[in-house]
């Protein structure tokens, strides 16, 4: 296990771990539009296969959250800063945003258990839930708790 401390936020680095990274809209970027959160979606579907499987992912209107078991990639710093990076190239490009687009950190929480995965897998996936709860469908997630393997 590696510590590298980074800015303000210290992260880890576990080798062929799972991981939740969630990073937010700069404090200056309106919320983004139903196009805009179908670009960032794709850009986290689309990654690198390396990277590893995709457990869940929600683009909300202010913030995104992903929770993937990391394959072949070189860290998870990598995959949150390409994430990012090419999510915000796609809304500057097509959508006319300003850069800035994301704020310069992001979170992560490495998984420890099996049980601690499901827990957030259910976080995630009932992230729109929490934030709507009229809510019925919400178009812009990966996964669903009856498809997704956690043992794998």
């Known amino acids: 296990v590696l510590h590298r401390p980074r800015r303000h936020l210290p992260h880890w680095e576990i080798p062929r771990g799972t991981i939740c990274p969630n990073w937010r809209l700069h404090r200056r970027q309106p919320p983004l539009t139903a196009l805009e959160r179908d670009s ?3 850009v ?3 990654g690198d296969p ?3 499987q995709i ?3 929600v ?3 202010d913030h995104v959250h992903a929770l993937i078991r990391i394959g072949q990639a070189p860290s998870a710093k990598r995959i949150a ?3 990012k990076s090419a999510s915000a190239h796609r809304l500057c490009a097509d959508y006319g945003r300003q850069a800035p687009v994301w704020q310069r950190e992001y979170f992560d929480r ?3 258990s099996e049980r601690q995965t499901r827990q957030c897998l259910q976080y995630v996936l009932n992230n ?3 934030r709507w709860p009229k809510i019925t469908e919400y178009r812009w997630l990966i996964g669903a708790p009856t498809t997704i393997d956690v043992h794998a």
Do not use: E, Y
């Open 50 to 52: 390396a990277f590893g």
């Open 59 to 61: 683009v909300m209107d």
């Open 81 to 83: 800063s390409t994430w």
């Open 128 to 130: 729109p839930k929490r």
């Open 55 to 57: 457990l869940a992912a």
């Open 110 to 112: 490495w998984m420890r």
């Open 44 to 46: 986290i579907r689309l």
């Open 40 to 42: 960032v979606l794709d």
